[in-house]
């Protein structure tokens, strides 16, 4: 036996077959309760750059003047053709068309 008494009786309490038990609603309990209180902490966040940058700073005023042209309910899309030969007219109508499409 150690000065701190004997080692294997905190592991006996822990796994006594009633007890385990005990233990398991434990973490259970501490789990929700934690899992609830996080959700509210996305709330408390601000994760806007202009929020922590001044005001006149020169990102700040070209985050602002962003915000004119791009809606935040829309996102970019890229798309890559690819040809072996050269371009012709019938790819350049296709490609338009699909522009179109996408745009809709």
Known sequence: MSEMGDPGKL???????????IIIAIWVVLFLACGSAAGS????????VSAWLPSNAESTRAIDAQEKFFSPDEIPLVVVYERDGAVTDADTAAVKAQGTAFGN
């Open 41 to 48: 902490l996305s709330k408390a966040q601000e994760n806007d």
């Open 11 to 21: 592991a006996r309490l822990v796994t006594h077959p009633r007890n385990k038990w």
